[in-house]
């Protein structure tokens, strides 16, 4: 496994067939069993995000550090860390001795992180829907799919969804953008 200095990146997201993320800086769907697989899977670790992702999630989320890249941002709130860029990302991991972090949005920080993330977790819904962002599915080019775990429908899911875990064997340390 390898690992930015001692910090394991994953990414997570939720996607939809066409690899739909959202819509008007929301989720397109109402996925309750993802949501608290979200909640358990990054519960006390820290989450990179960027600045939009951030302002969707609508709150800081409990027991967990907020980690977001910006160039725009202006922090008024000593819990959370805003970075302006992947350097200023790194020397924060490394001086704070991280050792785990998630990946969770947008569209455009997935594509410059997923070199640099040994696993990624990608709840695939089992549908099509209106979106205005998008996951490129090239991020999982040279991934191994090494598990997936069906999920149906059902009241509070209105998709099928498969919850799968790829590893990349080619992964990137993040000095290397420094």
Same mark, same amino acid.
């Given at each position: 496994m390898n690992k930015l200095l001692s910090c394991e990146l994953t990414l997570i997201a939720a996607c939809g067939l066409r690899g739909e993320l959202g819509l008007n800086n929301q989720l397109p769907w109402h996925q309750e069993t993802d949501l608290r697989f979200f909640a358990h899977t990054t519960q006390n670790s820290v989450l990179i &995000?960027?600045?939009? %992702? =951030? *302002?969707?999630?609508? !709150?800081?989320?409990?027991?967990?550090t907020h980690c977001i890249l910006s160039k725009q941002m202006v922090n008024h709130d000593p819990e959370l860390i805003i970075l302006a860029d992947l350097n200023m990302l790194y020397e924060w991991v490394s001086q704070n001795n991280i050792k785990k972090a998630f990946v969770i949005g947008g569209a455009q920080l997935y594509h410059?992180?997923?070199? $640099?993330c040994s696993s990624i977790l990608i709840t695939h819904i089992h549908g099509i829907v209106k979106a205005d962002t998008f996951l490129n599915f090239n991020i999982l080019?040279?991934? *191994?799919? %090494?598990?997936?775990? =069906?999920?149906?429908?059902?009241? !509070? /899911?209105? =998709? /099928? &969804? %498969? =919850?799968?875990? $790829?590893? /990349?064997? $080619?992964v990137k340390d993040l000095k290397d953008i420094v």
């Open positions: &995000m960027g600045r939009r %992702t =951030f *302002e969707s999630l609508g !709150k800081k989320l409990p027991g967990r410059q992180l997923a070199p $640099y080019w040279d991934c *191994e799919l %090494t598990q997936a775990h =069906f999920a149906p429908a059902d009241q !509070k /899911n209105q =998709f /099928n &969804m %498969t =919850f799968a875990k $790829y590893s /990349n064997p $080619y």
